[in-house]
């Protein structure tokens, strides 16, 4: 570990999502159902087994008519670090079948690892990780879809969000066939961020000043999902309603959450 | 027709009525094994599980046959360590119900994982800092240790007796068997209390999750004590209803009263740990994390606080009172009642530890998920209970598990 | 599991676990041994006893 | 040797002990991980050279330019195609999946003909020939006007190719999709006697008065219009979004104000009797001299107005008079109107005085306020060439009423399209060509249009899908679908003012035996010979369109799209306010008897559920969240106290009732809808396609019926009375 400290800083993947931007629209699921060779089925109304790696949450502030008011928040995996890397669901595999990457940051899978324990599943706060309970089947000539980038998973293993992994290792590639040691920001953007068409995912390199996330994590306006429980998410939320930024934490009434000491960012 | 078989000296029922309920029995264990069958090949959309349930039924089922199973690690550490004689004359029968306990629980876990057959990558690759790698390690372990007590007895049929390399070999495990039972008590420890662990370290899931000492969350000293608490009343328990289905006395009073005497000390002492715990996790861990008590006991048609109050009073200080008390525990009625609450705490105990952890919403906008089983899941959960009557029908019939039966019983 | 997959590492929690596992796993597998072992001693020094009975 | 128990027991364990010294076990252990590694039902993509084709999305009429990934000659991913003036680099859920369209289930394979009531298959040629030989007849018969054609938009080269067709057989009775866009030329016309439609230039407003139009539920132009909300929350543009449910657009806005279905006018007119009582608007727009200003002025500004206004809308007047003045004191506002997706037109009365309202704070053709765009037409085609037939069928006029008398302005009534396909005199449709469009789902009493479709001798459709008017033509045509057919994508106008071409080209070889549409049509000119075939002089469409486009052709071909910022607008003449004297909003009220039917249904319309031609495709269909569609169960919104009312419990069935109809739904309660509402989503309860959308939920089509607007004659049915009983 120390070595590549000298060699090159650890990168740090996160993402900034703009609530006030976010429509709703749900481009961002479908977007990395298709970057992803994520299957479907004829039924995909039981939400808790339609597997959708990111998911737009509705989230109200349960007032009533005419004072109710609705936001929604894209959930990808947040890839927690926890502390250092010790992230939910990666201490949990029995079969280091999930793993945190510290030069990146990404909590990763290896889905011929999995053998379907669902202890990690068990573990995530966030319902990040999905379980394929049948075969995927591509009906008609669908399969011609099918990106090579990313392996399509079998029955019985867990799957989630990787960050798009395959188009950072697709950018190094081409980095790396230009001879250049590193990547620039736009050159590996996740699926959900380019198709969003409001704009309101922003992704980098948390640790980098030159990312617009590294900016972006700082405003007042930002805040992470549960961080009182001490997941270090790396994915950042901004939104201007206090309300929304109350919601992504837990609260005893009377508490106020500025005066909550949070995990370090 | 198989008198030859049966142990001297004890009577059994005519062959076909035995054949007769075995058949009977068997037509469940057939029922639970073609549901196990259609898990295996259709995998385990199957199951009534979903992605907020990934642990359930089985997972709850898993943790309570092996808190049941506990009778066999305890009371093989009072025997062979502590040396209480006198409860060699229970032993046999806490070392086949731990034998069924165990082996069920590894069939379980077999059906419910998604790959079966990569089930063996969490020895191959594992992961050492996962609680479950160090439940599947001496959990598989300790069943050896079980199959290397049971071994014995099996040895000591009539017949099979007869063959001098198995009379022998027979004889020379009971010599050592004091190392076994050390061994399997140590490796019980640490998979009752990794089971524990399962969900106290979940730190996502403040319901569930517990500080400790070291790498193991309070949950995982908790988990031990309370199988090592409630196993050997259901040890109790199964003899009872095994004297009661034979029509005959099997244990004396004394093994029973001085096993139930044991099981009341660390009953009440568990009580007061969880107590303690509960109370600690209400007003200091849940509150730091954002969580009133309450916010796990509402909102939702089936996890009220109730269950809370019935796992602690109802089936945790009322039988360890029962328990404590002589003359409580030599009444029947009493000692009945003591260790089928003991037994019901434990399973809630470890039903509130699977379901209610994975049921209770933790992001401030989801909310419960509650679940109902499906009938392969069901099936497949009485599957075990099943093969573990058989089991013990077959074994009661040929192996001399209750060595006072003859004394008990005498053939006129 | 073994100091030749790539999980392994040397650090205190695997040689804990490794150490306890092997360590169970050892007294198994020798106690079982010395059974067979002994068994097999004890049915050759005891066939020239028995073997009138058959 | 005898085989006795203990020599079976040692055989037994001496066979274990042999295997498991063998490397057997480890043998079988290692091939069970690669075998549940390669499991037999998990395909391996094939890989390949990463290569991206420019197109753009035909699947609404957005206008999105796309960036599609190729792995080898295979379609992989739908990207937004970056700057593009549509979406930069944006894309939607339906585009995305597009790439299931093409090689999904629902594909109409080769052309068929319907034998005896079922489909069998027959050669292009022959297909051609036959039908070239039925309207030979039908010119022969003097029956040419019967020919009609109801395409889903009037503005691509195709569907103008087969208006031209039907025009030179000698029909005037083409139809298009009406949607706003037909309201919005309605409206230019009718005020300022020009043609041209609308656009609002949302991103540089920094006052956005929405009238229900879903600027982010899928407006118009569903990109444009999120960036540009995106464009707005970035610079502290306000949005006010005036409408019954509290939709994406209302909960992202600054402030939604709840109002009664249908009274968005009286609205609008309660507005601008503030505005025009205390003198807000621009005093350079209108003086005395403006024509009839004076009389408007005096119509609106008693009392009574506001406060029946008021009384409509629901809201108070104290609201009413603030968000009057907020409106007109803002430095730049506009105000957009068209509810939903903007799918249906509304009436002139409600277009006419949200019009007026943008007219008065001098917004037209500001930066930031609402452009007249230019119809014109980049279609430049020589005349056709009539014979005697054509000109007879000609001089007839359309047999809906459209373009002469009182509705000279209007271009289509697509409402009276079922009458004239039952009708069996003179007016009647006896053969109909069908592109781009569904009407046996998509036009309101879906079910009266199913049934007289069937009356109609020849129903020819030219769907890539086996959708539900498909089902029901007597030929099929199958076009090249999406990402296989060349075809130019002309913007709409709402929210782009500049003029924008975009180009749909092949980016795969068609997969099956389809062919275009344009080519069909002029090989099926070429067949009828004589002046229809030397009216269609092109050799095939690629050669129609390059003639048409001529110089922008090498940016299309190019850069996939063609864009030419601000050339479009139309300068704005003088406003003759006689034409808002007798303005008529009585007909927005919803249909059906307030007794029997004492609620009002409205449809919801989102972006993850396309409500036109196309229909979702399974990626979308997944997203759809479980408060809409629920197994098959469509599942509509009604407020707790509503429910409570009628004894309605979340989650629970009801029986929904109206005039036209009756369907089973689930109820969720939600509190961001008016008491006496129900949202139902549109674009579900599909029959035709395939399993992974037919027969989810209900067709909301079905429960409405047209209702004409008296001014325009446009279809303007939008919600209706209804009913919740416990099923």
């Given at each position: 570990m120390?070595?590549?400290?000298?060699?090159?800083?650890?990168?740090?993947?996160?993402?900034?999502?703009?609530?006030?931007?976010?429509?709703?629209?749900?481009?961002?699921?479908?977007?990395?159902?298709?970057?992803?060779?994520?299957?479907?089925?004829?039924?995909?109304?039981?939400?808790?087994?339609?597997?959708?790696?990111?998911?737009?949450?509705?989230?109200?502030?349960?007032?009533?008519?005419?004072?109710?008011?609705?936001?929604?928040?894209?959930?990808?995996?947040?890839?927690?670090?926890?502390?250092?890397?010790?992230?939910?669901?990666?201490?949990?595999?029995?079969?280091?079948?999930?793993?945190?990457?510290?030069?990146?940051?990404?909590?990763?899978?290896?889905?011929?690892?999995?053998?379907?324990?669902?202890?990690?599943?068990?573990?995530?706060?966030?319902?990040?990780?999905?379980?394929?309970?049948?075969?995927?089947?591509?009906?008609?000539?669908?399969?011609?879809?099918?990106?090579?980038?990313?392996?399509?998973?079998?029955?019985?293993?867990?799957?989630?969000?990787?960050?798009?992994?395959?188009?950072?290792?697709?950018?190094?590639?081409?980095?790396?066939?230009?001879?250049?040691?590193?990547?620039?920001?736009?050159?590996?953007?996740?699926?959900?961020?380019?198709?969003?068409?409001?704009?309101?995912?922003?992704?980098?390199?948390?640790?980098?000043?030159?990312?617009?996330?590294?900016?972006?994590?700082?405003?007042?306006?930002?805040?992470?999902?549960?961080?009182?429980?001490?997941?270090?998410?790396?994915?950042?939320?901004?939104?201007?309603?206090?309300?929304?930024?109350?919601?992504?934490?837990?609260?005893?009434?009377?508490?106020?959450?500025?005066?909550?000491?949070?995990?370090?960012? | 027709m198989d008198s030859a078989l049966i142990p001297k000296g004890v009577k059994r029922c005519p062959l076909p009525i035995f054949i007769l309920g075995i058949v009977i029995i068997g037509i469940v264990l057939l029922w639970g094994v073609y549901a196990m069958i259609l898990c295996w090949l259709k995998g385990l959309n199957q199951t009534n599980m979903n992605d907020y349930y990934g642990f359930a039924?089985?997972?709850?089922?898993?943790?309570?046959?092996?808190?049941?199973?506990?009778?066999?690690?305890?009371?093989?550490?009072?025997?062979?360590?502590?040396?209480?004689?006198?409860?060699?004359?229970?032993?046999?029968?806490?070392?086949?119900?731990?034998?069924?306990?165990?082996?069920?629980?590894?069939?379980?876990?077999?059906?419910?994982?998604?790959?079966?057959?990569?089930?063996?990558?969490?020895?191959?690759?594992?992961?050492?800092?996962?609680?479950?790698?160090?439940?599947?390690?001496?959990?598989?372990?300790?069943?050896?240790?079980?199959?290397?007590?049971?071994?014995?007895?099996?040895?000591?049929n009539r017949q099979i007796d007869k063959i001098p390399f198995f009379h022998h070999l027979g004889h020379n495990m009971h010599k050592v068997m004091a190392v076994f039972a050390a061994t399997g008590a140590f490796l019980s420890c640490f998979h009752q209390g990794s089971l524990g662990g399962v969900a106290g370290v979940l730190y996502g899931r403040p319901f569930a999750y517990r500080e400790g000492l070291l790498v193991w969350p309070w949950t995982f000293f908790l988990f031990t004590w309370s199988a090592a608490a409630c196993g050997p009343c259901f040890t109790i328990l199964i003899t009872k209803i095994t004297e009661f289905i034979t029509g005959k006395k099997?244990?004396?009073?004394?093994?029973?009263?001085?096993?139930?005497?044991?099981?009341?000390?660390?009953?009440?002492?568990?009580?007061?740990?969880?107590?303690?715990?509960?109370?600690?996790?209400?007003?200091?861990?849940?509150?730091?994390?954002?969580?009133?008590?309450?916010?796990?006991?509402?909102?939702?048609?089936?996890?009220?606080?109730?269950?809370?109050?019935?796992?602690?009073?109802?089936?945790?200080?009322?039988?360890?009172?029962?328990?404590?008390?002589?003359?409580?525990?030599?009444?029947?009625?009493?000692?009945?009642?003591?260790?089928?609450?003991?037994?019901?705490?434990?399973?809630?105990?470890?039903?509130?530890?699977?379901?209610?952890?994975?049921?209770?919403?933790?992001?401030?906008?989801?909310?419960?998920a509650l679940y109902i089983p499906s009938w392969q899941e069901i099936a497949t959960t009485i599957l075990p209970v099943a093969y573990g009557i058989i089991l013990i029908m077959i074994s009661f019939r040929y192996l001399p598990i209750f060595p006072q039966e003859k004394e008990l019983n005498s053939i006129e | 599991m073994l100091p030749f997959s790539f999980e392994w590492v040397w650090d205190a929690g695997h040689i804990v676990f490794m150490g306890g596992l092997w360590y169970s796993l050892s007294i198994l597998g020798m106690g079982m041994t010395y059974c067979v072992i002994k068994t097999i001693i004890d049915i050759n020094s005891n066939d020239q006893t028995e073997n009138d009975h058959h | 040797m005898k085989i006795d128990r203990r020599s079976f027991l040692s055989l037994g364990i001496g066979a274990a002990a042999g295997t498991a010294l063998t490397p057997i076990p480890w043998k079988m252990m290692?091939?069970?991980?690669?075998?549940?590694?390669?499991?037999?039902?998990?395909?391996?993509?094939?890989?390949?050279?990463?290569?991206?084709?420019?197109?753009?999305?035909?699947?609404?009429?957005?206008?999105?330019?796309?960036?599609?990934?190729?792995?080898?000659?295979?379609?992989?991913?739908?990207?937004?195609?970056?700057?593009?003036?549509?979406?930069?680099?944006?894309?939607?859920?339906?585009?995305?999946?597009?790439?299931?369209?093409?090689?999904?289930?629902?594909?109409?394979?080769m052309p068929l003909k319907k034998v005896n009531g079922k489909f069998v298959k027959i050669s292009w040629k022959d297909a051609?020939?036959?039908?070239?030989?039925?309207?030979?007849?039908?010119?022969?018969?003097?029956?040419?006007?019967?020919?009609?054609?109801?395409?889903?938009?009037?503005?691509?080269?195709?569907?103008?190719?087969?208006?031209?067709?039907?025009?030179?057989?000698?029909?005037?009775?083409?139809?298009?999709?009406?949607?706003?866009s037909d309201s919005y030329e309605f409206v230019i016309k009718k005020v300022h006697n020009i043609e041209g439609s609308m656009s609002f230039d949302l991103e540089n407003s920094d006052f956005i008065l929405s009238f229900g139009s879903g600027i982010i539920d899928g407006f118009v132009s569903p990109l444009k219009m999120i960036r540009a909300h995106s464009r707005i929350k970035e610079q502290g543009g306000k949005i006010v979004q005036i409408e019954p449910r509290l939709s994406n657009t209302a909960a992202k806005a600054d402030k939604w104000i709840p109002v009664n279905p249908g009274s968005e006018g009286m609205l609008a007119l309660g507005l601008l009797?503030?505005?025009?009582?205390?003198?807000?608007?621009?005093?350079?727009?209108?003086?005395?001299?403006?024509?009839?200003?004076?009389?408007?002025?005096?119509?609106?500004?008693?009392?009574?107005?506001?406060?029946?206004?008021?009384?409509?809308?629901?809201?108070?007047?104290?609201?009413?008079?603030?968000?009057?003045?907020?409106?007109?004191?803002?430095?730049?506002p506009v105000a957009i109107f068209g509810r939903g997706k903007g799918d249906s037109p509304i009436g002139f009365g409600e277009a006419g005085l949200v019009y007026i309202l943008n007219y008065l704070t001098g917004n037209i053709n500001k930066k930031g306020g609402l452009f007249i765009t230019d119809?014109?037409?980049?279609?430049?085609?020589?005349?056709?060439?009539?014979?005697?037939?054509?000109?007879?069928?000609?001089?007839?006029?359309?047999?809906?009423?459209?373009?002469?008398?009182s509705f000279e302005d209007t271009k289509y009534i697509t409402s009276r399209l079922a009458d004239l396909m039952e009708s069996k005199d003179q007016k009647s449709i006896s053969a109909l060509f069908i592109y781009n469009e569904n009407p046996c789902y998509t036009l309101s009493d879906s079910k009266k249009i199913n049934k007289a479709i069937e009356a109609v001798p020849l129903v020819v459709s030219f769907s890539s899908y086996l959708d539900e008017t498909t089902a029901k033509a007597d030929y099929i045509l199958p076009n090249h679908t999406n990402l296989e057919r060349l075809q130019d994508v002309p913007s709409v106008p709402s929210g782009i003012t500049g003029g924008l071409v975009s180009l749909s080209k092949p980016v795969v070889k068609p997969m099956y035996d389809t062919k275009n549409t344009g080519d069909v049509i002029i090989s099926l000119a070429k067949a009828m010979g004589g002046n229809i075939a030397e009216s269609f002089a092109w050799s095939s469409f690629e050669t129609c369109l390059k003639s048409t486009f001529k110089d922008q052709w090498n940016a299309l071909d190019k850069d996939g799209f063609?864009?030419?910022?601000?050339?479009?607008?139309?300068?704005?003449?003088?406003?003759?306010?006689?034409?808002?004297?007798?303005?008529?909003?009585?007909?927005?009220?919803?249909?059906?008897?307030?007794?029997?039917?004492?609620?009002?249904?409205?449809?919801?319309?989102?972006?993850?559920?396309?409500?036109?031609?196309?229909?979702?495709?399974?990626?979308?269909?997944?997203?759809?969240?479980?408060?809409?569609?629920?197994?098959?169960?469509?599942?509509?919104?009604?407020?707790?106290?509503?429910?409570?009312?009628?004894?309605?419990?979340?989650?629970?069935?009801?029986?929904?009732?109206?005039?036209?109809?009756?369907?089973?739904?689930?109820?969720h309660t939600y509190n961001g809808i008016m008491e006496g509402v129900i949202a139902m989503s549109k674009g579900l309860g599909h029959i035709g396609y395939d399993k992974f959308i037919n027969g989810k939920g209900e067709n909301f089509n079905r429960l409405i019926g047209p209702v004409e607007d008296p001014d325009s004659g446009l279809d303007i049915a939008w919600g209706i009375r209804a009913k919740l009983t416990r099923a």
């Amino acid at each position: 570990m120390k070595k590549e400290h000298n060699h090159m800083k650890n990168k740090k993947f996160g993402m900034c999502i703009d609530l006030d931007k976010c429509t709703g629209c749900g481009s961002c699921m479908v977007a990395c159902m298709s970057e992803n060779n994520v299957p479907f089925r004829e039924d995909e109304t039981d939400k808790r087994k339609s597997i959708t790696w990111i998911t737009v949450y509705k989230i109200t502030n349960n007032r009533p008519f005419p004072d109710t008011e609705v936001c929604y928040m894209p959930r990808p995996c947040m890839h927690c670090e926890g502390h250092d890397g010790h992230s939910p669901c990666v201490s949990v595999c029995p079969a280091t079948a999930t793993d945190y990457d510290m030069a990146t940051g990404i909590v990763s899978q290896i889905y011929t690892r999995c053998f379907g324990c669902r202890y990690c599943m068990g573990a995530c706060p966030y319902h990040a990780r999905y379980f394929n309970w049948w075969d995927p089947v591509w009906p008609a000539e669908m399969e011609k879809y099918l990106s090579p980038d990313v392996s399509p998973r079998m029955r019985g293993v867990v799957e989630k969000c990787n960050f798009c992994y395959s188009r950072y290792q697709r950018a190094l590639d081409k980095a790396y066939c230009e001879g250049r040691s590193d990547i620039e920001e736009d050159e590996y953007q996740t699926a959900c961020t380019q198709g969003c068409p409001a704009g309101a995912i922003t992704f980098g390199d948390l640790n980098n000043k030159s990312h617009a996330v590294y900016k972006l994590k700082k405003s007042p306006n930002a805040f992470r999902l549960l961080e009182r429980l001490g997941t270090n998410p790396k994915v950042y939320y901004l939104s201007s309603k206090e309300w929304v930024r109350k919601a992504g934490d837990n609260y005893i009434k009377g508490e106020n959450p500025k005066n909550i000491k949070k995990s370090h960012h | 027709m198989d008198s030859a078989l049966i142990p001297k000296g004890v009577k059994r029922c005519p062959l076909p009525i035995f054949i007769l309920g075995i058949v009977i029995i068997g037509i469940v264990l057939l029922w639970g094994v073609y549901a196990m069958i259609l898990c295996w090949l259709k995998g385990l959309n199957q199951t009534n599980m979903n992605d907020y349930y990934g642990f359930a039924l089985w997972i709850w089922a898993d943790l309570a046959i092996i808190a049941l199973g506990g009778g066999a690690f305890f009371t093989g550490l009072l025997r062979y360590i502590f040396g209480l004689d006198e409860l060699k004359n229970i032993i046999n029968y806490a070392v086949l119900i731990g034998f069924i306990c165990y082996s069920s629980a590894l069939l379980i876990l077999a059906i419910d994982v998604g790959q079966p057959l990569r089930s063996w990558f969490i020895f191959w690759h594992a992961n050492v800092h996962s609680m479950l790698t160090e439940v599947a390690f001496c959990l598989s372990c300790y069943f050896s240790v079980l199959a290397i007590e049971y071994i014995p007895l099996v040895l000591e049929n009539r017949q099979i007796d007869k063959i001098p390399f198995f009379h022998h070999l027979g004889h020379n495990m009971h010599k050592v068997m004091a190392v076994f039972a050390a061994t399997g008590a140590f490796l019980s420890c640490f998979h009752q209390g990794s089971l524990g662990g399962v969900a106290g370290v979940l730190y996502g899931r403040p319901f569930a999750y517990r500080e400790g000492l070291l790498v193991w969350p309070w949950t995982f000293f908790l988990f031990t004590w309370s199988a090592a608490a409630c196993g050997p009343c259901f040890t109790i328990l199964i003899t009872k209803i095994t004297e009661f289905i034979t029509g005959k006395k099997l244990v004396k009073d004394n093994v029973i009263d001085l096993l139930a005497k044991i099981s009341g000390w660390m009953l009440g002492s568990y009580i007061i740990a969880k107590i303690i715990d509960t109370i600690y996790w209400a007003t200091v861990t849940a509150p730091s994390l954002g969580f009133n008590l309450m916010d796990f006991y509402k909102d939702n048609s089936f996890y009220g606080i109730w269950i809370l109050i019935v796992e602690i009073a109802v089936c945790g200080i009322l039988p360890a009172v029962i328990l404590l008390v002589p003359k409580f525990r030599q009444n029947k009625l009493l000692l009945y009642t003591a260790i089928i609450l003991a037994s019901i705490g434990v399973c809630l105990n470890r039903w509130v530890m699977v379901l209610q952890v994975m049921a209770a919403p933790v992001m401030s906008f989801d909310t419960w998920a509650l679940y109902i089983p499906s009938w392969q899941e069901i099936a497949t959960t009485i599957l075990p209970v099943a093969y573990g009557i058989i089991l013990i029908m077959i074994s009661f019939r040929y192996l001399p598990i209750f060595p006072q039966e003859k004394e008990l019983n005498s053939i006129e | 599991m073994l100091p030749f997959s790539f999980e392994w590492v040397w650090d205190a929690g695997h040689i804990v676990f490794m150490g306890g596992l092997w360590y169970s796993l050892s007294i198994l597998g020798m106690g079982m041994t010395y059974c067979v072992i002994k068994t097999i001693i004890d049915i050759n020094s005891n066939d020239q006893t028995e073997n009138d009975h058959h | 040797m005898k085989i006795d128990r203990r020599s079976f027991l040692s055989l037994g364990i001496g066979a274990a002990a042999g295997t498991a010294l063998t490397p057997i076990p480890w043998k079988m252990m290692d091939d069970s991980a690669i075998w549940t590694q390669n499991w037999w039902l998990t395909p391996v993509p094939a890989g390949g050279e990463v290569t991206y084709k420019t197109t753009a999305c035909t699947l609404c009429p957005g206008g999105c330019g796309l960036r599609i990934r190729m792995v080898e000659n295979r379609a992989i991913k739908v990207e937004g195609l970056e700057k593009h003036p549509v979406n930069d680099g944006g894309i939607c859920p339906i585009g995305l999946s597009g790439i299931q369209l093409l090689y999904g289930g629902t594909r109409v394979k080769m052309p068929l003909k319907k034998v005896n009531g079922k489909f069998v298959k027959i050669s292009w040629k022959d297909a051609i020939s036959e039908i070239a030989l039925k309207l030979k007849v039908l010119r022969d018969k003097g029956d040419a006007y019967k020919l009609s054609c109801l395409t889903g938009s009037d503005k691509d080269v195709t569907s103008l190719l087969l208006k031209r067709f039907i025009n030179t057989i000698g029909s005037n009775n083409f139809f298009a999709n009406t949607t706003i866009s037909d309201s919005y030329e309605f409206v230019i016309k009718k005020v300022h006697n020009i043609e041209g439609s609308m656009s609002f230039d949302l991103e540089n407003s920094d006052f956005i008065l929405s009238f229900g139009s879903g600027i982010i539920d899928g407006f118009v132009s569903p990109l444009k219009m999120i960036r540009a909300h995106s464009r707005i929350k970035e610079q502290g543009g306000k949005i006010v979004q005036i409408e019954p449910r509290l939709s994406n657009t209302a909960a992202k806005a600054d402030k939604w104000i709840p109002v009664n279905p249908g009274s968005e006018g009286m609205l609008a007119l309660g507005l601008l009797h503030v505005i025009v009582k205390e003198k807000l608007y621009k005093s350079n727009i209108v003086s005395d001299n403006t024509s009839n200003f004076e009389k408007f002025r005096r119509l609106i500004i008693p009392n009574t107005t506001l406060n029946k206004a008021a009384e409509t809308t629901g809201i108070d007047s104290k609201t009413i008079e603030k968000l009057g003045r907020g409106f007109a004191n803002a430095r730049k506002p506009v105000a957009i109107f068209g509810r939903g997706k903007g799918d249906s037109p509304i009436g002139f009365g409600e277009a006419g005085l949200v019009y007026i309202l943008n007219y008065l704070t001098g917004n037209i053709n500001k930066k930031g306020g609402l452009f007249i765009t230019d119809n014109k037409k980049y279609i430049n085609w020589p005349e056709i060439v009539k014979d005697e037939i054509t000109n007879a069928g000609l001089d007839k006029s359309r047999m809906d009423g459209a373009g002469a008398g009182s509705f000279e302005d209007t271009k289509y009534i697509t409402s009276r399209l079922a009458d004239l396909m039952e009708s069996k005199d003179q007016k009647s449709i006896s053969a109909l060509f069908i592109y781009n469009e569904n009407p046996c789902y998509t036009l309101s009493d879906s079910k009266k249009i199913n049934k007289a479709i069937e009356a109609v001798p020849l129903v020819v459709s030219f769907s890539s899908y086996l959708d539900e008017t498909t089902a029901k033509a007597d030929y099929i045509l199958p076009n090249h679908t999406n990402l296989e057919r060349l075809q130019d994508v002309p913007s709409v106008p709402s929210g782009i003012t500049g003029g924008l071409v975009s180009l749909s080209k092949p980016v795969v070889k068609p997969m099956y035996d389809t062919k275009n549409t344009g080519d069909v049509i002029i090989s099926l000119a070429k067949a009828m010979g004589g002046n229809i075939a030397e009216s269609f002089a092109w050799s095939s469409f690629e050669t129609c369109l390059k003639s048409t486009f001529k110089d922008q052709w090498n940016a299309l071909d190019k850069d996939g799209f063609w864009f030419n910022p601000g050339k479009s607008t139309r300068q704005c003449p003088d406003l003759d306010f006689s034409k808002l004297l007798d303005i008529n909003l009585s007909s927005i009220q919803p249909q059906g008897s307030k007794s029997k039917f004492p609620l009002v249904l409205i449809p919801k319309e989102t972006m993850r559920i396309s409500s036109g031609y196309i229909a979702d495709p399974p990626f979308a269909v997944k997203v759809i969240p479980d408060t809409v569609l629920k197994n098959n169960d469509q599942v509509v919104e009604i407020n707790p106290e509503t429910a409570k009312k009628y004894g309605l419990h979340d989650t629970k069935y009801a029986i929904l009732t109206t005039p036209f109809g009756e369907v089973k739904v689930k109820i969720h309660t939600y509190n961001g809808i008016m008491e006496g509402v129900i949202a139902m989503s549109k674009g579900l309860g599909h029959i035709g396609y395939d399993k992974f959308i037919n027969g989810k939920g209900e067709n909301f089509n079905r429960l409405i019926g047209p209702v004409e607007d008296p001014d325009s004659g446009l279809d303007i049915a939008w919600g209706i009375r209804a009913k919740l009983t416990r099923a």
